[in-house]
């Protein structure tokens, strides 16, 4: 083993002698033939201008602003601006598309001089719209404060502003969204500040009856979408200190507002789109609401009024203001729910809510005399409202009206006006009043359609002799 070792050895070495030979004669033919190595030569020409020219260049240059950004997806309520650069300390602001143009301000994020990559900026997504622009602003105010509007302007380069605009492909989820502000309604008009829905609808503005949305004064329509500045023309007569805007649904024949009807509230699980707010510049003006005399009291909802005065209950008198059947002080300006005690007795089933001044003994009602109503414009401030139920007044000896048609479930007050004792029966004695001296009353209330025939039992007999009436009952709502 250790021979054979041996002889190897020799062998190897004997090899490399011969090798190296073969080497150093290549070696010398190819520095002789070849051209010299590449990679020695271009570093050698390079080095010497690199060295010279690093120093000054990137300080001396001068930052031109720019923003760049991607469409993209709304994640997690933020966009991501890709890159912006800024000259000095800013804000990278996101605004919301307004017919084309950059609108309200939905986001902003701080940038550093120089260079910013993948700045995410949280924004409203509820003000937000397909389109967004990214818009360079300075921070020139408070240091880390946004100010705008204020210090914080946006960013001027040759009188342009450093903008782009983009898109979000998708995640936005348009509304419903509501907003309100408290306004001067002299106009005429209300604004709506801001209104979202995802199909054409109605933004519907309700007075305001017992702390809740009442009747309905206006209403405009919505597109689907994004929808600002929303004018609803209104009667400011007929509007409360506090009023709600709604979002209605626009269900049924497509812009035409049907409510009583399909175009229902627009509710967000079990809560409907509403909103309050307030109204400032009211006129002298009423509102009053159909209703029944309950505990002898009828209830004003708002008397808006020029001065101290009262607010006056008429009876009707072949379509205007009659007999007085009660009143209540009101305050300059604007009163709510104010109750009036009435002489239900000489009620009549229409009545009118009447302004009157106070200008006689301050506290004292003097009418006649004195508490004249009060005058706007050569007009009465009056507003007329109905009773549902119905009135039959007992004469001697008729009833009047002697004929009366109701629907279902309707109240009937029979009152005693004449002199002498009457009744009220029946024929099939389904109702009885027994006898009823004068000023007395009778009310019944009839939920069953059908004719019901009666009579009175001293003055008439069934079948309609003598003084004897009918009301016919037909079918309810
Ligand atoms: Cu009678």
């Known amino acids: 083993m250790m021979k054979v070792q041996r002889s190897k050895v020799s062998v190897v070495n004997l090899l490399a002698i011969a090798l190296m030979g073969l080497l150093l004669l290549a070696g010398c033919q ?29 300080t001396e240059e001068p930052i031109s602003p720019m923003v760049s950004v991607v469409d993209q997806e709304l994640v997690e309520d933020s966009v991501v601006i890709p890159m912006v650069v800024s000259a000095e ?19 902003y994020a701080p940038v550093d001089q120089g260079e910013n990559n993948d700045i995410t900026v949280e924004i409203d997504t509820a003000a937000a719209t397909e389109t967004l622009y990214a818009m360079l602003h300075l921070d020139a105010g408070t240091v880390g404060q946004y100010e705008f509007p204020g210090n914080d302007g946006p960013v001027m380069v040759d009188d342009q502003m450093v903008i782009q605009s983009f898109a979000l492909t998708a995640g936005l989820v348009v509304g419903p969204a509501l907003s309100v502000e408290d306004q001067d ?79 229902a ?3 967000v699980g079990d809560q409907m789109m509403v909103k309050p707010f307030k109204v400032m510049g009211l006129p ?24 101290d005065g009262w607010i006056v209950i008429h009876s009707d008198q072949d379509g205007s203001p009659g007999r007085v059947l009660g009143y209540s002080p009101v305050v300059d300006g604007v009163n709510t729910d104010i109750q009036v005690e009435v002489d239900s007795f000489y009620s ?20 006649p005399g004195e508490d004249v109503p009060l005058m706007v414009d050569d007009q009465m401030v009056v507003k007329s409202f109905e009773m549902p139920m119905e009135i039959v007044n007992l004469y001697d000896n008729r009833f009047d009206p002697v004929e009366l048609t109701i629907q279902a479930g ?19 004695r389904s109702f009885v009043s027994g006898n009823m ?41």
């Open 30 to 58: 190819s520095a002789a033939v070849s051209p010299a190595p590449t990679e020695a030569q271009p570093t050698e020409t390079k080095a010497p201008p690199t060295s010279t020219t690093i120093p000054p260049t990137p």
């Open 348 to 367: 009549t089933k229409v009545l009118y809510a009447m302004l009157h001044t106070d200008a006689g003994t301050v506290g004292t009602y003097e009418f």
């Open 284 to 307: 002298t003006s009423v509102i009053v609401m159909d209703q029944n005399i309950v505990e002898d009291t009828v209830t004003v909802r708002q008397v808006v009024s020029e001065g």
């Open 410 to 428: 309707t109240t009937v007050v029979f009152k005693n006006l004449g002199s002498r004792t009457h009744t009220v029966t029946a024929d099939d």
């Open 89 to 107: 300390q800013g804000w990278i602001v996101i605004h919301a598309d307004q017919d084309g143009a950059p609108g309200a301000v939905i986001g």
């Open 185 to 263: 309604i002299a106009n005429g008009t209300i604004t709506i500040p801001q209104a979202d829905v995802e199909a054409p609808g109605w933004v519907v503005i309700h007075i305001q009856i017992d702390g809740a949305p009442g009747p309905v004064i206006g209403y405009s329509a919505l597109t689907e979408g994004n929808n600002v500045d929303i004018d609803v023309s209104v009667n400011p007569a007929e509007a409360t200190e506090t009023l709600y805007a709604m979002l209605h649904t626009d269900s049924g024949t497509v812009g035409t507002y049907e409510f009583p009807g399909e175009d």
């Open 437 to 477: 001296r004068s000023g007395a009353i009778f009310e019944i209330t009839l939920t069953e359609p059908g004719e019901y025939a009666y009579y009175c039992e001293p003055h008439g007999d069934p079948g309609g002799r003598g003084m004897a009436g009918v009301i016919i009952v037909t079918a309810g709502d």
């Open 265 to 267: 509230p627009l509710s």
